[in-house]
C-alpha cells in the first residue's frame, strides 16, 4: 500500500530511491563509534491527492534537531545580509510588534529584530544554536514549535503579530500542527512568512543533493495553497528567492483577511505550464540524477587514477546524499573543507571524510575542489580566489557535471 501523505493522509507515489542515507547532519566526532551511525532509505515520493512532494521514510526528528545539532546559519555572509533584510522589510510599518521565529537557529534573523528593541521570541530544539542565539541578545525557548507550544506561547506573551519561518517548516512531518499553532498564536490581521526550497528550483536544476532527511517536503505554490486553508489559513503572496539554489517566501494570513497577490496566481499558472507535479517530469528528474551520479562518478575517478589531489569544499547537509549515492569516500575526496567549528575535526556521516577547515585549504595544497556548497559557490570562490589563480580548479555538479 502507498504511504500515507504528511499533509492529507493521500497515496503517496514514489518515483526516486537515493538508497540507504545516513543523517545528513550526523558529522562523526573522533572516538565516537561509526558503526552506531543511524541509516534510512532515502526516497522521495508526490502525495496524488495533494501533490505534496515528500519523503517515503522521515528519521525521528529527536535524532535530526537536538542540543549539538552543528548547522549554523550565520556562517554565510550572503545569508546574514539576507536575514537582516528580510529582518527589516518584516518590522517595516508595524509599531511595538511581536514577532514569533520557528527555528531560529542562531538567531541570524532575531538578531536584527533585538537589536531594534523590538519584542521577540524564537524557538528551536537545538540548545547550542539557541545558546549561540542568546549571545546575540536572542531569546529562545528550546522546544520543537507545536500547537501545544503555540498555545503556550500565546498564553505567556500575547498574539504575534508577524510569525516567520525558514527552512524549517518543510523539515517537520507535523507541519500541521505547526499550521494550527501559528493559526492560534497570530494575531488579527497578522501575518505568517516562511521560506523553504522551491520543487520548482529542485527540478529545474536537478538539485536532487536538496533530498535530505531534514528536507522532509517540497514545497510548490500548489501544495502550499492546499496545506496552509486546513489550518484556517490563506496563501496571500509569493515571492521567489535567489538562496541556496531557489526558494520561495510564502506569505500566509487567516483566511479572507488580506487581499491575495496576483503573483499567486501567475506561479500556479507557471507550475501548470511547466508540468511540475506531472509523473513523467517526476520521473525525468529521477533519470537525470542517475546520470548526475554516472558522471560525477566516471569525473572522479578519471582525476584519481591520473593522481590529482581532489578535495570538497563544503561539509553542508546537502553533501551527504551526494557523497553516500555516489560512493564518494576518502579514497576519492581526501577532505571537505569548512569553516563551521562544530563541524571541523569530525567525520562526514556515512563516508567518513575528514572535515577540516579553510587554513587546510589554498594554493599548492589540491588540484580539484568538489563544490558541495553550490549554492554559496560566489560568496566561497571570492574567498578562495588565490587557489583559483594559482590554477586550482572548481568540480560542480549541479545543474551538470563540470569544472571551471
Ligand atoms: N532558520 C535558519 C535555520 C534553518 S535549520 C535558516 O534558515 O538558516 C532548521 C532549524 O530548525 C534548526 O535549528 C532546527 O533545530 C530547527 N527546527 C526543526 N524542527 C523544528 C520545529 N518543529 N520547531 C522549531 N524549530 C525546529
Ligand atoms: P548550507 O548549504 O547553507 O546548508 P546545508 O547544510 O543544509 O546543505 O551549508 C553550507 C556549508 O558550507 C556550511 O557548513 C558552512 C559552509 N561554508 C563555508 O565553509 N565557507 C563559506 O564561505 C560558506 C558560505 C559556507
Ligand atoms: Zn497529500
Same mark, same amino acid.
Given at each position: =500500500?502507498?504511504?500515507?501523505?504528511?499533509?492529507?493522509?493521500?497515496?503517496? +507515489?514514489?518515483?526516486?530511491?537515493?538508497?540507504?542515507?545516513?543523517?545528513?547532519?550526523?558529522?562523526?566526532?573522533?572516538?565516537?563509534?561509526?558503526? @552506531?551511525?543511524?541509516?534510512?532509505?532515502?526516497?522521495?515520493?508526490?502525495?496524488?491527492?495533494?501533490?505534496?512532494?515528500?519523503?517515503?521514510?522521515?528519521?525521528?526528528?529527536?535524532? =535530526?534537531?537536538?542540543?549539538?545539532?552543528?548547522?549554523r546559519s550565520s556562517s554565510s555572509a550572503v545569508m546574514r545580509e539576507h536575514f537582516a533584510r528580510t529582518a527589516e522589510r518584516l518590522l517595516? @510599518?508595524?509599531?511595538?510588534?511581536?514577532v514569533?521565529e520557528?527555528g531560529s537557529n542562531d538567531g541570524v534573523l532575531l538578531g536584527a529584530v533585538a537589536a531594534?528593541?523590538?519584542?521577540?521570541?524564537g524557538?528551536?530544539?537545538?540548545?547550542? &544554536?539557541?545558546?549561540?542565539a542568546?549571545?546575540r541578545?536572542v531569546?529562545?525557548?528550546?522546544? !520543537?514549535?507545536?500547537?501545544?507550544?503555540?498555545?503556550?506561547?500565546?498564553?505567556?506573551?500575547?498574539?504575534?503579530?508577524?510569525?516567520f519561518s525558514a527552512n524549517t517548516?518543510?523539515?517537520?512531518?507535523?507541519?500541521?500542527?505547526?499550521?494550527?499553532?501559528?493559526?492560534?498564536?497570530?494575531?488579527?490581521?497578522?501575518?505568517?512568512v516562511?521560506e523553504?526550497?522551491?520543487?520548482?528550483?529542485?527540478?529545474?536544476?536537478?538539485?536532487?543533493?536538496?533530498?535530505?532527511?531534514?528536507?522532509?517536503?517540497?514545497?510548490?505554490?500548489?501544495?502550499?495553497? /492546499?496545506?496552509?486553508?486546513?489550518? $484556517?489559513?490563506?496563501?496571500?503572496?509569493?515571492?521567489?528567492l535567489?538562496v541556496h539554489?531557489?526558494q520561495?517566501r510564502?506569505?500566509?494570513?487567516?483566511?479572507?483577511?488580506?487581499?491575495?497577490?496576483? /503573483?499567486?496566481?501567475?506561479?500556479?499558472?507557471?507550475?501548470?505550464?511547466?508540468?511540475?507535479?506531472?509523473?513523467?517530469?517526476?520521473?525525468?528528474?529521477?533519470? @537525470?540524477?542517475?546520470?548526475?551520479?554516472?558522471?560525477?562518478?566516471?569525473?572522479?575517478?578519471?582525476? @584519481?587514477?591520473?593522481?590529482?589531489?581532489?578535495?570538497?569544499?563544503?561539509?553542508?547537509? *546537502?553533501? /551527504?546524499?551526494?557523497?553516500?549515492?555516489?560512493?564518494?569516500?576518502?579514497?576519492?575526496?581526501?577532505?571537505?573543507?569548512?569553516?563551521?567549528?562544530? *563541524?571541523?575535526?569530525?567525520?562526514?556521516?556515512?563516508?567518513?571524510?575528514?572535515? +577540516?577547515?579553510?587554513?587546510?585549504?589554498?594554493?599548492? *595544497?589540491?588540484?580539484?575542489?568538489? =563544490?558541495?556548497?553550490?549554492?554559496?559557490?560566489?560568496?566561497?570562490? &571570492? *574567498?578562495?580566489?588565490?587557489?583559483?589563480?594559482? $590554477?586550482?580548479?572548481?568540480? !560542480?555538479?549541479?545543474?551538470?557535471?563540470?569544472?571551471?
Amino acid at each position: =500500500m502507498a504511504p500515507a501523505c504528511l499533509v492529507c493522509t493521500g497515496p503517496v +507515489e514514489e518515483f526516486l530511491d537515493l538508497g540507504r542515507q545516513p543523517l545528513s547532519d550526523a558529522f562523526v566526532a573522533p572516538g565516537e563509534d561509526p558503526s @552506531r551511525e543511524y541509516f534510512f532509505r532515502l526516497a522521495l515520493g508526490r502525495c496524488a491527492a495533494c501533490c505534496m512532494t515528500q519523503l517515503i521514510e522521515v528519521p525521528p526528528a529527536e535524532r =535530526m534537531f537536538h542540543q549539538t545539532y552543528p548547522y549554523r546559519s550565520s556562517s554565510s555572509a550572503v545569508m546574514r545580509e539576507h536575514f537582516a533584510r528580510t529582518a527589516e522589510r518584516l518590522l517595516a @510599518r508595524r509599531r511595538d510588534p511581536f514577532v514569533v521565529e520557528i527555528g531560529s537557529n542562531d538567531g541570524v534573523l532575531l538578531g536584527a529584530v533585538a537589536a531594534r528593541g523590538v519584542r521577540h521570541l524564537g524557538v528551536d530544539p537545538s540548545g547550542d &544554536a539557541a545558546a549561540d542565539a542568546a549571545a546575540r541578545g536572542v531569546r529562545v525557548r528550546v522546544d !520543537f514549535f507545536t500547537e501545544r507550544i503555540a498555545r503556550d506561547v500565546r498564553a505567556e506573551h500575547g498574539p504575534a503579530d508577524v510569525v516567520f519561518s525558514a527552512n524549517t517548516i518543510s523539515h517537520d512531518p507535523n507541519v500541521n500542527s505547526i499550521l494550527r499553532g501559528v493559526a492560534a498564536l497570530l494575531a488579527p490581521g497578522g501575518e505568517f512568512v516562511f521560506e523553504d526550497p522551491y520543487l520548482g528550483s529542485v527540478l529545474a536544476n536537478t538539485a536532487f543533493d536538496q533530498i535530505i532527511d531534514e528536507h522532509v517536503l517540497f514545497f510548490s505554490v500548489r501544495s502550499v495553497v /492546499a496545506m496552509v486553508r486546513r489550518a $484556517g489559513l490563506e496563501l496571500v503572496d509569493v515571492e521567489r528567492l535567489p538562496v541556496h539554489g531557489g526558494q520561495i517566501r510564502f506569505t500566509a494570513a487567516h483566511r479572507g483577511t488580506r487581499p491575495v497577490s496576483p /503573483a499567486v496566481a501567475e506561479l500556479l499558472a507557471e507550475e501548470d505550464d511547466q508540468e511540475l507535479h506531472d509523473s513523467a517530469r517526476l520521473a525525468e528528474f529521477a533519470a @537525470r540524477t542517475r546520470d548526475r551520479r554516472r558522471d560525477l562518478v566516471v569525473l572522479l575517478r578519471r582525476l @584519481r587514477d591520473g593522481g590529482a589531489r581532489v578535495v570538497a569544499y563544503g561539509a553542508t547537509a *546537502k553533501s /551527504a546524499t551526494v557523497a553516500n549515492y555516489c560512493g564518494l569516500g576518502p579514497d576519492l575526496v581526501s577532505a571537505v573543507i569548512d569553516a563551521t567549528p562544530t *563541524k571541523q575535526g569530525r567525520l562526514t556521516p556515512g563516508t567518513h571524510i575528514p572535515v +577540516e577547515p579553510p587554513e587546510a585549504f589554498g594554493p599548492g *595544497k589540491a588540484d580539484y575542489a568538489l =563544490m558541495f556548497a553550490w549554492n554559496h559557490a560566489e560568496e566561497i570562490m &571570492a *574567498k578562495e580566489r588565490a587557489y583559483s589563480e594559482s $590554477g586550482g580548479r572548481w568540480v !560542480f555538479y549541479v545543474p551538470e557535471v563540470h569544472v571551471v
